[in-house]
């Protein structure tokens, strides 16, 4: 399948890019041609005019639990430990592969609607959540959600050696859940098979303070001194969330190549705080951004993510000149790609994957036409997306004034299934 963009405006968020009019080929999931309008002998299967509309990467999801979609507006007004033990693990325990494969797509259709093109998944079952991903043509990389009740050790390796490879779209790296459902024996044996692998690894990192008050009362060091200490990233990785560090914290994360996925909705929500992302900038350690699950966020949408995460880094930094727009562009395109292990879904350059959003600028909350990478991140939303690629394959889009899914089902039967679930498990 060969695709031409004509008559877009680019954002190819490369290095000391600017935003430009031009043209994109594609053909089949990878960039041929990134540029000016030219001349060419190609044929092409589709050619679509954008009409002066925004194009850039697609946007990156670095966090997320998808199948939580059931606990949606379920589980609220509770403070995190409690949310969590009360909540979620009891109803949790009661999914089966099935479920989690039908949650899976419904939050799916909710990414593609928020220019989202890949996600960061942790959660069970991942077969039947990569089956899922596969199916509707969505890029996901999994990441081992281990901890002392569900997922051991030798399963996440084991999903390591069988998941990766087995589909372009899908993928699977070494994780565990958070130091604190873990014993120290399960996270020694995690660094050891991040050695035998050589492998950066994921997890949940200092998203509370009473999860941080808790590991010193253990072992006497913060959760990031700790995991280091232990070897888990002797090949780097990410943390997520992240909110509650010392100084002496984020030298251990740079020193260590510990990337952040901040997940500013989620951690406003449960009231968990508010992550110092001014500090890992000037640091120089890389920062992404995730929804976290739609049973605490609620929604999974990165636009109000990118607002979040600026606006609140503003507040805590106490400057409006803290996390500018296109620094958080950067964490939803290329610092994220690389973060998730998808350095080819980074920017728009030949080469690369076919993997982006159109930005529809003629709404009245994009004019009138002045910065828009600010616009993007300050004033921009859903209603903006006119269209979502994968891998070269529009997902959605909006070109004819409403909603349009391409997917091989409705969204109406996966709607009707995920109800179904709900009221088995909640009643």
Known sequence: MK???????????????????????IDGSRITYVGAPAETDEVFDSVIDAKRNLVLPGFKNAHTHSAMTFLRSSADDLPLLQWLNEQVFPFEAKLTADDIYSL???????????????VMEMYMQPEAIAQAFDEMGMRVVQVGAANNFSQSTELVEHWYKTLNGKSELTGFRIGFHAEYTCSEDFIERIADIAERNRQPVFTHISEGQPEVDECIGRYG???????????VFR????????????????????????????NSGSNMKLASGIA???????????????????ASNNCLDIFREMFLTTGMAKLRAGSAAAVPAREVLKMVTCNAAK??????ADVLAPGKLADL??????????????????????????QNVMMTMVHGRILYD????????HFDREPEEIYEVCQKIRDRILG
């Open 104 to 118: 899976s797509k419904l939050a799916i259709l909710e990414y593609v609607t928020s220019g989202i093109t890949s």
């Open 3 to 25: 695709t031409r963009i004509i008559n877009a405006r680019i954002l190819t968020m490369e290095e000391g890019s600017e935003i430009f009019e031009g043209e994109i080929r």
């Open 357 to 382: 959003v159109m930005i529809d600028l003629n709404q009245p909350n994009m004019q009138p036409i002045n910065k828009i990478d600010c616009n993007l991140v300050y004033s921009g939303s859903k």
């Open 221 to 231: 060091m913060t959760p990031v001194a700790f995991l280091a200490k232990k070897g």
């Open 339 to 344: 973060i998730m292990t998808i350095p080819d």
């Open 398 to 405: 909006q070109f004819d004034g409403r909603q349009n899914y």
């Open 235 to 262: 090949y780097g990785g990410a943390g997520y969330h992240l909110v509650h560090t010392t100084p002496e914290d984020i030298e251990i994360l740079k020193e260590n190549r510990i990337a952040v996925v901040t």
């Open 276 to 294: 110092p992302i001014e500090d890992y900038l000037r640091a120089g350690i890389p920062v992404a951004i995730g929804t976290d699950g739609p």
